[in-house]
C-alpha cells in the first residue's frame, strides 16, 4: 500500500475585530507535493505518481462575522452576505488589449496545434500530402512546417513521464513515420497515413502537427504572468501574441504583445464561504481513496453545530465542515468528539473521497524491445500520451456562524472572555490528509 500524510495548521487570533470578527491566520506549508514510485510492467503500464497539493499560506485564513457587518460596509472585499468568511485569491493577475478598436480583445501565444484533419487535404497551403515532393515514386523534398511527436525513450523514466520532442518531419524521416502510397505511374502520392507498427524507430503519438495559434483563455493567463512576492504581477510578453480584427489572412495578422499594447490587472483577494482548494492529481496506476481529518483544538467556549441551521442560541455557534468536489459532493461537519476511555474532548471532522486512475487503456502506449541476454524474454516500454487526461478532487473548507439576534448576547460573551484573558488560549485548525489505495469492500 502505497501512503503518503500531510499536515495543515492554521491559527485563530485572540483578538476581537471590529463588527465583532474573529480572524485567523495560517501557517506557511512549504513542503512540495510531488511524490513518484514507478515500476515497468512486461505487458503493460504499472507505475504510482500522485501530484499532492502544495498548500499556499492563507488558505484557511478566515473571519467570523457573527453580525454580517463586514460584507455591508466592505462589499468589495467580502463577496455577498455570509458570517463566515474565506481568504481567497479568486481574481488571478491578468492583462488587456490597450486599444481594442484595432485588435481583439483576446491574447494568444504560437504553438504546435493538432493538424490530422488536413493530412491528405488537396487545400493550397494545407495538409502534409502537399507539402511532399515526389519524382519516380521516391521523396524529393518536404516543405517545413509539418511536426510529430517523438517520445524520449532514452530511459523508463522519461517514457513513462511522456517525455518527448517535436520533430520536423522531413525527406530523409518521413518514410520512418509515415506509410506512403504512390500513384501508379510515381509522379505523385495517392494517400499518406501513419505507420501502424510501434517500433522503437517509429512510434509517435499518431497526430501531425503545424506551427499555430492558440487563444489564451483566463484559466491559463497566470502562465504568462510571473506575480512577485508582494502580489504585484510582471508580465512575460515572450510568445505572447494579439491580433488585428480586421484581418483576413491569420498567419500574417498576429504580432508580439510589447509592453504599450497592455493594460497590466493586478491579483485581488477577497472574502467568500470557501477556503481555497487543496487539489489531488491521481496519476498511477491505481484508484486512490483519499481521507482528510480536521481537528480543532481550543475549541472550548464554541458550539460547533451539525448544520447551519442554527437551533441553539444559547451558545456562540459555528458550522464548520470539510467538503470535496467529487460529483458526489460530501462534506462532513466538524462536531465535538468525547473519548470513552479518557474523556478527553476533541472537535473533529473526517472526509473519504475517491479518485480513479487515468484511462491507460487508451492513454498509453505499449511497445516490445528486443529480448534481453540475460532473460531471454522480450522487454516492453510504455510512454503515456502527452494528452492524457488525469483525474483529480479536492478538498476545501466551508462554514458559517449563528447570527441571529438571539445569539447576540452569547457571541459578546465569548468576545468579552478573550478580551479579558491574559493569555487566551489560541483556536487552531488542523487538516490531517492521507493518500492510499482504495480498497474494494
Known amino acids: 500500500m502505497y501512503k503518503m500524510f500531510k499536515k495543515l495548521f492554521a491559527l485563530i487570533c485572540a483578538n476581537l475585530f471590529i463588527f465583532m470578527s474573529l480572524s485567523v491566520y495560517a501557517a506557511p506549508f512549504d513542503e512540495k507535493g510531488d511524490i513518484s514510485l514507478e515500476n515497468q510492467g512486461k505487458d503493460n503500464l504499472k507505475f504510482d505518481k500522485l501530484v499532492v497539493p502544495t498548500i ?16 455591508t460596509y ?15 485569491k479568486n481574481s488571478p493577475a491578468s492583462i488587456e488589449i490597450v486599444d481594442s478598436s484595432v485588435y481583439e480583445a483576446d491574447f494568444y501565444y504560437k504553438t504546435k496545434v493538432n493538424d490530422d484533419a488536413h493530412l491528405n487535404s488537396t487545400e493550397a497551403g494545407k495538409g502534409l500530402k502537399n507539402a511532399v515532393q515526389v519524382a519516380d515514386s521516391a521523396i524529393v523534398d518536404v516543405e517545413e512546417g509539418f511536426y510529430l511527436w517523438v517520445p524520449d525513450a532514452s530511459s523508463e523514466e522519461k517514457i513513462a513521464e511522456g517525455a518527448g520532442r517535436f520533430e520536423s518531419i522531413t525527406k530523409d524521416n518521413i518514410n520512418h513515420y509515415y506509410d506512403i ?21 517509429t512510434v509517435t503519438d499518431g497526430h501531425i502537427y503545424r506551427d499555430g495559434y492558440l487563444k489564451i483563455d483566463t484559466d491559463h493567463i497566470a502562465d504568462h504572468i510571473t506575480l512577485n512576492e508582494d502580489d504585484t504581477a510582471v508580465v512575460e510578453y515572450k510568445n505572447i501574441y494579439k491580433k488585428k480584427k480586421d484581418a483576413v489572412d491569420n498567419d500574417s495578422a498576429y504580432s508580439e504583445v510589447k509592453e504599450e499594447d497592455v493594460t497590466l ?5 477577497h472574502f467568500t464561504n470557501k477556503s481555497n482548494k487543496a487539489t489531488i492529481v491521481n496519476k498511477s496506476s491505481v484508484d486512490k481513496t483519499v481521507r482528510v481529518k480536521v481537528n480543532v483544538l481550543n475549541g472550548d467556549g464554541l458550539h460547533f453545530a451539525d448544520s447551519s441551521n442554527f437551533t441553539d442560541h444559547s451558545k456562540p455557534s459555528i458550522y464548520l465542515a470539510i467538503a470535496d468536489d467529487t460529483p458526489a459532493a460530501n462534506e ?40 534481453e541476454d540475460s532473460s531471454n524474454e522480450h522487454r516492453f516500454l510504455s510512454y503515456l500520451k502527452k494528452d492524457i487526461q488525469y ?48 480498497t474494494t469492500p
Open 332 to 371: 462532513k461537519p466538524v462536531l465535538k468528539q468525547t473519548d470513552k476511555n479518557t474523556g478527553i474532548e476533541t472537535f473533529t471532522a473526517i472526509l473519504e473521497f475517491d479518485i480513479e486512475k487515468p484511462d491507460f487503456t487508451s492513454s498509453a502506449i505499449t511497445y516490445m524491445m528486443d529480448k
Open 265 to 269: 490587472i493586478p491579483p485581488t483577494n
Open 181 to 201: 502510397i504512390y500513384t501508379s505511374d510515381g509522379t505523385s502520392i495517392d494517400s499518406i497515413s501513419a505507420v501502424s507498427s510501434k517500433t522503437l524507430t
Open 391 to 438: 483525474n483529480k478532487a479536492g478538498f476545501f473548507l466551508t462554514g458559517a456562524t449563528d447570527s441571529a439576534e438571539e445569539a447576540k448576547e452569547a457571541w459578546d460573551m465569548y468576545a468579552h472572555k478573550l478580551r479579558i484573558s491574559k493569555n487566551p488560549a489560541k483556536l487552531s485548525i488542523e487538516v490531517i490528509y492521507e493518500v492510499v489505495d482504495k
Open 74 to 88: 466592505n462589499p468589495e472585499e467580502y463577496d455577498t452576505p455570509q458570517t463566515m468568511y474565506f481568504k481567497t
Open 56 to 71: 499556499d499560506e492563507g488558505t484557511y485564513n478566515f473571519t467570523l462575522d457573527p453580525q454580517g457587518l463586514l460584507n
